[in-house]
């Protein structure tokens, strides 16, 4: 088997926003490279990536992506009363106030979870109702918590265990090892099942 012979560059050597997607970085990595070019060096991993190629496109320093549109609600989410009928704002947070509501008009055991959460934060407009409709939908379902873009190695140990049920951990962290060292057109690395083969190119 013909060995993959291209191997990652130095970050600072990277001249194009094209070449820092191909390859898998560290959020460590990228945050001191962004401080050392002097651009924002806080926030996550890919927003960090897309800082640095927005910088090496461009050469300016400040990424479009940071600059926020402020909220325009000024609705109280700490202290107002709640409702069913209460409209999602832009300005919502998930407060002791709304967890108090949701406890007394949905069940006592209510808990915030990452699919809840984030189907408020995708629904401004609804309301409380509608939320609780949807966390009683979740409760009668078997839903997967969705695993963050930026976390590669946990959606890779998902799909990589739901297709080979017989492996363990160690396994996974052997492929994983071999498939982040190769490029890729985005940077992100996804399993496939050809990645088992990737111990025999070695």
């Known amino acids: 088997m013909a060995k993959n012979t291209e191997t990652r560059p130095t970050i600072s050597t990277i001249a194009t926003g094209a070449e820092l997607r191909r390859w898998y970085w560290l959020k460590t990595e ?5 401080k050392r070019v002097g651009v924002k ?5 890919f927003t960090l990536l897309e800082r640095l190629c927005h910088f090496l496109d461009t050469g300016e320093p400040k990424w479009p992506g940071d600059v926020r549109t402020k909220s325009t609600s000024t609705f109280d989410w700490h202290s107002s009363k709640l409702t069913n009928n209460t409209v999602i704002t832009d300005s919502y947070k998930n407060t002791q106030n ?6 007394a008009n949905l069940d006592p055991k209510f808990k915030f ?4 959460m984030e189907w408020i934060k995708a629904n401004v407009g609804k309301t409380l109702g509608e939320a609780g409709a949807y966390w009683q939908k979740q409760q009668g379902s078997a839903v ?3 695993i963050k873009p930026h ?4 959606q890779y140990t998902r799909d990589f265990l739901d297709d080979n049920p017989t492996l363990g ?3 996974v962290r052997q492929i994983w090892a071999l498939k982040k060292a190769r490029p890729t057109k985005t940077g992100r690395h996804v399993y496939e099942r050809s990645d088992l083969k990737l111990r025999d190119k070695k």
């Open 30 to 34: 990228l945050a001191a490279e962004a």
């Open 41 to 45: 060096c806080t926030g996550a991993k």
């Open 98 to 103: 709304v967890r108090r509501f949701f406890k």
């Open 113 to 116: 979870n990452i699919a809840f």
């Open 144 to 146: 997967q918590t969705k």
């Open 151 to 154: 976390n590669q190695f946990n």
């Open 169 to 171: 951990m160690t396994e």
